[in-house]
C-alpha cells in the first residue's frame, strides 16, 4: 500500500548572498512577491497539494521564517478590535488549521543533501517532499507539487520535478538520462550534478521540487562531498536510482528562479499583473512607462570633488 504524503520539508538555511544586502538581516526566503513572501508561496503550495506537516531547516539567523508561521496574538487582538477582520483572515489564514510546522537547525552550510538529512529525525520512514522557496512555480490552478502527488500516489515512487533548460545552462542544474514512459512523465536512467553542455545527457533540469522515499537518507548516508564541497542531493538520487525506481515529471507551469535578481523581478511584475486589487492599476502603471526611459543615462553622476574626506 503507497503511504500518503504528508511531510514537506523546506531547506531555508543558505545565506542569500546573491541579495545581499537586502538579506544581511532578513532571509532570502522572506523577501516579497508583491504582497507575501516567498516562503509563503511555498508553503501554501505543498498545503493545496496535502501536505499537513511543514519542516523547515534552519539556522540562527532564520528567525523571521519561524516568527511568520508564529501566531500574532497581540496584531490578531488589535485587528480584531479595530474591526479589520478582513486582514484577520488573513493573518490567521498563514498556517491552516489542521497544519503543524517544525524546525530543524543546519549546524553547518554543506549543501542540499546535508539540509535534507538534517530533517530525517522528523520525516522519519515516511514519503516527504522537499521544496525550495527559491524555485516560485506559477501552477495555473494546479500546483506543480499537487501535479508531482498525482504521479506518485500513483507510482509510489520518488518523483523529480523537471523542465526543459537551455542547453547552455546545463551547468547550472541536475540533469537527468530519462525515457519518455508517457506524456510528460520520464523513468530515470541517471541524475548528473551541473554537467557542461558538451556532457550533459538531456536539457532535463532538475528544479526545486522533490518527492523522496525515506530510503535517500541512507543514500545520504553514504555520499560524499561533491561539486563545491557539498554533499548534494543529486549524487544520493543517483544511489537511490540502483536500487529504487525514479521518476521525473515535467510539470505544468511557469517557473520564476527567484534566487537570481532578474528572475525575482520578473515574478514580482508578473504576479502584480495577477493581483486581484492592484492588477489594473499596475497594468495602466506600466503602460505609462512605454517606451522605458533609460534612467541611468537621465541621473547625473555624483559631484566626486564634494565628497567629504
Given amino acids: 500500500m503507497i503511504q500518503k504524503l504528508k511531510k514537506a520539508v523546506f531547506p531555508v538555511a543558505g545565506m542569500g548572498t546573491r541579495f545581499l544586502p537586502a538579506t544581511k538581516a532578513n532571509p532570502k526566503e522572506m523577501l516579497p512577491i508583491v504582497d507575501k513572501p516567498l516562503i509563503q508561496y511555498a508553503a501554501e503550495e505543498a498545503i493545496a497539494a496535502g501536505i499537513t506537516e511543514l519542516i523547515f531547516v534552519t539556522s540562527s539567523s532564520k528567525r523571521a521564517i519561524e516568527d511568520h508561521f508564529d501566531k500574532n496574538y497581540e496584531m490578531e487582538s488589535e485587528l480584531e478590535k479595530r474591526g479589520k477582520f478582513d486582514l484577520l483572515e488573513i493573518l490567521r489564514g498563514v498556517v491552516p488549521k489542521g497544519v503543524s510546522c517544525v524546525y530543524v537547525r543546519q549546524p553547518e552550510a554543506l549543501g542540499l543533501g546535508h539540509a535534507v538529512g538534517c530533517a530525517r529525525d522528523v520525516v522519519g520512514d515516511d514519503p516527504f517532499a522537499v521544496i525550495l522557496a527559491d524555485d516560485l512555480i506559477d501552477g495555473g490552478g494546479r500546483s ?151 534612467t541611468a543615462a537621465a541621473v547625473p553622476a555624483p559631484d566626486k570633488s564634494r565628497a567629504s574626506g
Fill in 144 to 294: 506543480c507539487l499537487r501535479q508531482m502527488v498525482e504521479i506518485y500516489d500513483q507510482r509510489g515512487c520518488s518523483v523529480l520535478g523537471v523542465e526543459q533548460v537551455s542547453p547552455d545552462e546545463t551547468d547550472k542544474y541536475g540533469i537527468v538520462k530519462a525515457r519518455e514512459i508517457s506524456e510528460r512523465l520520464y523513468e530515470m536512467d541517471s541524475i548528473v550534478e551541473k554537467p557542461r553542455p558538451s556532457d550533459a545527457p538531456s536539457d532535463l533540469g532538475v528544479v526545486g521540487r522533490y518527492i523522496l522515499t525515506p530510503r535517500i537518507f541512507q543514500m545520504l548516508e553514504q555520499t560524499r562531498r561533491g561539486a563545491g564541497g557539498e554533499i548534494q542531493l543529486t549524487d544520493a538520487i543517483a544511489r537511490l536510482l540502483a536500487e529504487e525506481k525514479v521518476y521525473a515529471y515535467r510539470f505544468h507551469g511557469k517557473r520564476y528562479d527567484c534566487g537570481d535578481k532578474l528572475g525575482y523581478l520578473k515574478a514580482t511584475v508578473e504576479y502584480a499583473l495577477q493581483h486581484p486589487v492592484l492588477k489594473d492599476g499596475f497594468r495602466r502603471y506600466l503602460g505609462s512607462l512605454l517606451p522605458i526611459p533609460d
